[in-house]
């Protein structure tokens, strides 16, 4: 398996400044986008009332558009009604984020200041001017110790307690205590009346990732060509991580732990509780998956969750990749592996992939022809409906109720109808258990001539 050129992408919000360049070779750690501020409370103007014209021509009079940067009191949208200038304004510092054509607002979403590394906890009091004692003080609390919180979040609130409101004559200062930042609750203090939150450290960029050329670069994100053996796998479990590929009987942290086998729920709860950042096996059976995932979806493009990200190569049952992949990753052993667990089972057919990275894939080359380049690296399940289907082809199954199974393809495609009267391309195939069934060709993925079944039989289950 010969290392290729593959593309990745970096998606930028609305309020980064992309600072890399089309040509331009980048590392691991290299910025691509710059982040003046994270996302904050977002606010509604009634921008189309303010300038006195229906919401549906208020995109008209919008002289800022989403995602310009705004100060307090710059003008958002102006008209003139009767001789007279209306103009609307940004109630605080941000980006706009939304104009709406059928509300007739602009939305704003408010500016907060990277919290960087060694960044001091901040203290917000509870109620000072209200002499509350420590019983009903903690009846107001909203949050305890260890609990995340966004800015803007209700700390405590005189709503929260039903005993005590009538003590509280209207009018006085303040109703609820908010964070100021970002972060997790460090420490709450009744006899202080304090809360005291661990801000969470934000990047101020956004990084490449991996290492290789910039192709490509707009305002939703930079298009990286980098240079690698790929493996395309059948299931994931969504996220992305990047470490050293490890092979062996014990998982390794920080590291993508490769199995060649079918893997268990012990196999991946081990993996989790050592710190590994992905799994990448042969196969494992749906109930180990469900079992482990817990309330995480399956059959999406996700994002991981809890734990490592776990992809599937070959399907789910019992399954061994194949003597020529597993020798390909043994030679690989210590590179970096990029695991992108991205999954769709159907619409747009988007499959988990691993990319291990050459050492020196930034000096190799010129850089021609990155974009498409594919090494065929993994091409015992390419993305399904890609390729078309030929008699004698060797197949696998991947959506159905045969889904897992391999067979080959008695003939060409033909036009026919599924049993849920469905009109679509079919392909007859011949079983390696035996057996033949009509198959959509959509649904089916041909296998390289040197990537034959080895293993058990397969679940039969579509997830």
């Known amino acids: 398996m010969k290392p290729g050129w593959h593309p990745r992408r970096r998606e930028v919000p609305a309020h980064a ?13 290299d910025p691509v986008a710059v982040v003046d501020y994270v996302p904050g409370r977002l606010t509604r103007v009634p921008a189309a009332g303010q300038v006195a014209v229906t919401p549906e021509l208020l995109a008209e009079r919008v002289l800022r558009p989403p995602g310009t940067h705004v100060r307090p009191g710059d003008a958002l949208a102006a008209a003139v009604c009767l001789g007279h200038p209306m103009v609307s304004r940004a109630p605080a510092e941000g980006h706009v984020a939304m104009v709406s054509r059928h509300l007739g607002f602009i939305y704003v979403r408010e500016a907060l200041p990277v919290v960087g590394a060694g960044t001091p906890p901040a203290t917000v009091d509870v109620f000072p001017d209200l002499g509350l004692p420590k019983p009903v003080l903690r009846e107001c609390l909203l949050v305890r110790e260890g609990d995340e919180v966004q800015f803007g979040q209700a700390l405590a609130s005189l709503n929260a307690i039903r005993l005590w409101k009538q003590a509280f004559a209207p009018g006085k200062a303040g109703t609820s205590c908010v964070a100021q ?10 006899d202080r ?4 939150i661990r801000p969470k450290e934000t990047a101020a960029f956004i990084a490449a990732g991996v290492p290789g050329r910039v192709t490509g670069v ?25 470490g050293p590929l490890c092979l062996g009987e014990r998982p390794e942290p920080g590291t993508v732990w490769a199995r060649p086998e079918r893997v268990t729920i012990g196999d991946l709860t081990a993996a989790r509780d050592a710190g590994v950042l992905a799994v990448w096996a042969a196969s494992a059976t749906y109930e180990d998956l469900r079992l482990f995932l817990g309330d995480r979806p399956m059959g999406t493009v996700s994002r991981a969750g809890p734990g490592p990200i776990v992809v599937i190569s070959r399907g789910f049952g019992d399954f061994r990749l194949p003597p020529a992949v597993s020798e390909a990753l043994s030679g690989l052993r210590g590179r970096r592996a990029l695991v992108d667990g991205a999954t769709q089972l159907r619409a747009g057919a988007i499959r988990p992939e691993m990319i291990v990275v050459e050492e020196d894939g930034v000096e190799a080359g010129n850089g021609e022809g990155l974009v498409g380049a594919d090494s065929g690296a993994g091409s015992d399940w390419p993305t399904p409906g890609t390729e078309p289907v030929a008699a004698g082809d060797h197949v696998r199954c991947f959506a159905g109720r045969n889904l897992g199974r391999t067979g080959r393809a008695v003939a060409a495609p033909f036009h026919g109808r599924l049993e849920s009267g469905l009109e679509t391309w079919l392909v007859e195939v011949a079983w390696s258990d035996g057996g033949r069934d009509a198959v959509a060709a959509r649904n089916l993925a041909r296998l390289a001539p040197e990537a034959p079944q080895m293993g058990g039989r397969e679940h039969g289950r579509d997830a």
């Open 193 to 196: 009346r304090t809360i005291t």
């Open 17 to 29: 400044r992309v600072v890399a360049q089309p040509g331009q070779w980048v590392g691991e750690d």
């Open 218 to 242: 707009s305002r939703e994100g930079v298009d990286i060509a980098v240079r690698g053996v790929r493996f395309v796998g059948a299931y994931g479990t969504g996220g992305e991580a990047v």
């Open 181 to 190: 930042v970002n972060g997790w609750v460090e420490a709450i203090d009744l």
